[in-house]
T-cell receptor, first 113, second 116 residues
């Protein structure tokens, strides 16, 4: 059974810092990995999608990397801003699980002004 | 595109009552998913449809839960009878399968269900 773990569970940083969120998964036979952002009381917003054949994806100040063999992904946020405060979730799709996504429990990020 | 649309946004009901949650996926998407989010268990897949056909309903907690997708633009998740432990946020998501390289899942804003 695929398990997804995110570390740390919570993170508080001052504005302007660069930071890294970690995601690990137990079964490396994944099809892709997706990072989401969830604001309090809101739905999930897709940030980045990395296919299993890719090593990284970038969007603005966000960069996500994938090391499929070691079962790890990182989300790098450059020059953090208070507006980045949210819960960040990673989710993996296994090759053999059809369309099912398995989610981590998320990292709650607070960026202090 | 308006995205995935869910209704209602909030629902408060009494134990034993029937609850129906609704979802309109993104036009052109052929897969639809119902997830439930709680503090204790995080996000759990309840059921998903491909081309309006239920593919995997192994996450549906028990017979009190049922889901339908009568056409490509509408799905319902019904709980009958509802219980306090069903209180959660229910999300609907859609995607185009086979999954495209630049796309993933798109989630709705969720329905916050409270059963008292």
């Amino acid at each position: 059974k695929q398990e997804v773990t995110q570390i740390p569970a919570a993170l508080s940083v001052p504005e302007g810092e660069n930071l890294v969120l970690n995601c690990s998964f137990t079964d490396s036979a994944i099809y892709n990995l997706q990072w989401f952002r969830q604001d309090p009381g809101k739905g999930l917003t897709s940030l980045l999608l990395i296919q299993s054949s890719q090593r990284e994806q970038t969007s603005g100040r966000l960069n996500a990397s994938l090391d499929k063999s070691s079962g790890r992904s990182t989300l790098y946020i450059a020059a953090s801003q208070p507006g980045d405060s949210a819960t960040y979730l990673c989710a993996v799709r296994k090759e053999t699980s059809g369309s099912r996504l398995t989610f981590g429990e998320g990292t709650q990020l607070t960026v202090n002004p | 595109d308006a995205g995935v649309i869910q209704s209602p946004r909030h629902e408060v009901t009494e134990m034993g009552q029937e609850v129906t949650l609704r979802c309109k996926p993104i036009s052109g998407h052929n897969s639809l998913f119902w997830y439930r989010q709680t503090m204790m268990r995080g996000l759990e897949l309840l059921i998903y449809f491909n081309n309006n056909v239920p593919i995997d309903d192994s996450g549906m907690p028990e017979d009190r839960f049922s889901a339908k997708m009568p056409n490509a633009s509408f799905s319902t998740l019904k709980i009958q009878p509802s219980e306090p432990r069903d209180s959660a946020v229910y999300f609907c998501a859609s995607s185009l399968e086979p999954i495209q390289r630049s796309h993933g899942y798109t989630f709705g804003s969720g329905t916050r269900l409270t059963v008292v």
